[in-house]
């Protein structure tokens, strides 16, 4: 049974994760915290690209090369489920190789088993 990638939804959500534990790198940052409600075979992970990272073509290929380093990382190691995750993104991450960022991407998942 693969494992379901849900966004959240709800602002509480979304308050309640930026209050919990953080790791940050050269092209994002990622805030995690477990919630009490969630279901253990779903994965819930929102992307966050902010204004200030270009117009909504380009905001939109970082979504998408975060989205596609994501599902690499579920393929290659085992995530932790009992976490949701945010991930905002930073201006480097437009301008930076995909290689490079999906490495520094998986050393951090790997921290936060």
């Known amino acids: 049974m693969g494992i379901k990638i849900l966004s959240l939804s709800k ?7 930026l209050s919990g534990r953080k790791v940050n790198n050269y092209y994002s940052t990622i805030f995690f915290k477990k919630l009490p ?9 929102s992307i966050i690209t902010k204004r200030k990272l270009g ?19 579920l393929r290659s190691i085992k995530i932790n489920l009992e976490y949701s ?5 930073k201006k480097n991450v437009l301008e930076s190789k995909y290689n490079d960022i999906k490495e520094k ?3 951090d998942f790997k921290k936060i088993l």
Do not use: G, P, S
């Open 11 to 17: 602002n509480e959500d979304f308050k309640k994760i």
């Open 37 to 45: 409600y969630k279901n253990n075979n779903t994965l819930k992970i």
């Open 85 to 89: 995750y945010l991930i905002i993104a």
């Open 105 to 107: 991407m998986l050393v």
């Open 55 to 73: 117009k909504a073509v380009q905001r939109n290929k970082i979504k998408r090369r975060l989205k596609n380093i994501i599902n690499y990382i």
